[in-house]
């Protein structure tokens, strides 16, 4: 199971770290994600990471301000948010294992999620 913490209310500009840990499974050796899911929207892909964390991705809307990151040894996965914008407001979901492309598969799983706010 995955579960996301670290979600908040922050002001535009602000920054936010999100953290995602696994248990009753290991992820070490999988590409994992982050996704989220403003209200009225699909759900959309924001970043991913290679299972040694040498390869990253991300979205348009959040390279360069964006950082994925995992720490292995822990079974957990990060993204650090800076320059947030009210855009960025959205629940984030961790998941895992995704393809490379940030796509999901059939044995994807999903966490519950954290929201995430941000006032203008």
């Known amino acids: 199971q995955l579960q996301a913490f670290g979600g908040g209310l922050v002001q535009a500009g602000g920054s936010l770290r999100l953290s995602c840990t696994a248990s009753?499974?290991?992820?070490?050796?999988?590409?994992m994600g982050w996704f989220r899911q403003a209200p009225g929207k699909e759900r959309e892909f924001v970043a991913r990471?290679?299972?040694?964390?040498?390869?990253?991705s991300y979205a348009g809307s959040v390279k360069g301000r964006f950082a994925i990151s995992r720490d292995n040894a822990k079974n957990t996965m990060y993204l650090q948010m800076n320059s947030l914008k009210p855009e960025d407001t959205a629940v984030y979901y961790c998941?895992?294992?995704?393809?490379?492309?940030?796509?999901?598969?059939?044995?994807?799983?999903w966490g519950p999620g954290t929201q995430v706010t941000v006032s203008s």
């Open positions: 998941a895992g294992p995704i393809g490379l492309t940030g796509s999901s598969r059939s044995d994807t799983s």
């Open positions: 009753g499974r290991t992820f070490s050796s999988y590409v």
């Open positions: 990471i290679s299972w040694k964390a040498s390869d990253t």
